[in-house]
């Protein structure tokens, strides 16, 4: 398999786990955070980190993200950072860019400006859960490349009442859990000690391959 270049801007909770997902399914990844503490945090599961305002061109360009692939903004915190971050990686000429909107009124704006795909967990989310059927215990969520998917699949029964840390998922599953829904409640940054329950959804990110393994456990 060919590897792909990843540079994920922001290392919080959603762009760690997307991070070190790629990496550990041996695609190249590019870390960029202006938070020290982040950027250290992750250093040792991924290719590269850069600590620097992914908001600014000429950090962007010292680090090589125009040579990537992907270009994924994982962070929505900061609204103004990642329309900024979106415009001039258009500029930059990158192939395909994917950005993380906090809002609709901010999702509008990133496709406006031509990022190739949206994500909005919570609103994602709603709108397949609305239309899911209740036979379906998996369904495909984002494909972020020919690999490697963010996908939506109903809670093994055998995790119940566990916590995320207890089960151990990311080492022996090979995915990491980014949310988790329970009746129209949605937990988008779920701690190692949130503990899983019945009819909870869990929102996965990993290669296609252990995400089919995890849905057929």
């Known amino acids: 398999m060919i590897k792909k270049s990843f540079a994920v801007l922001g290392a919080g909770r959603f762009g760690r786990s997307i991070a070190e997902a790629l990496y550990t399914i041996g695609e190249e990844v590019l870390v960029i955070d202006k938070n020290e503490t982040a950027a250290e945090a992750v250093a040792e599961n991924v290719t590269q980190t850069v600590i620097g305002n992914y908001s600014e061109e000429a950090v962007l360009r010292a680090a090589g993200v125009q040579n990537v692939d992907t270009v994924i903004i994982a962070s929505s915190s900061d609204v103004k950072s990642s329309i900024l971050a979106a415009v ?15 809002d609709k009124t901010h999702a509008k704006i990133l496709e406006k400006i031509d990022v190739d795909t949206v994500i909005m967990p919570e609103r994602d989310m709603g709108e397949r859960l609305a239309h899911k059927l209740t036979s379906s215990n998996f369904l495909e969520y984002i494909e972020l490349s020919d690999s490697f998917s963010i996908a939506e699949v109903n809670c093994p029964s055998k995790f119940f009442h566990k916590t ?15 949310a988790i829904e329970n009746n129209g409640e949605v937990n988008a940054a779920p701690m190692p000690g949130t503990k899983l329950r019945s009819h909870d959804v869990l929102i996965i990110i990993g290669s296609n391959k252990d995400i089919e393994d995890f849905k057929n456990l």
């Open 88 to 102: 001039i990686l258009r500029e930059m000429g990158v192939k395909y860019i994917i950005a993380r909107a906090a």
């Open 164 to 178: 995320i840390k207890d089960i151990d998922i990311r080492n022996k599953y090979k995915v990491n859990i980014i």
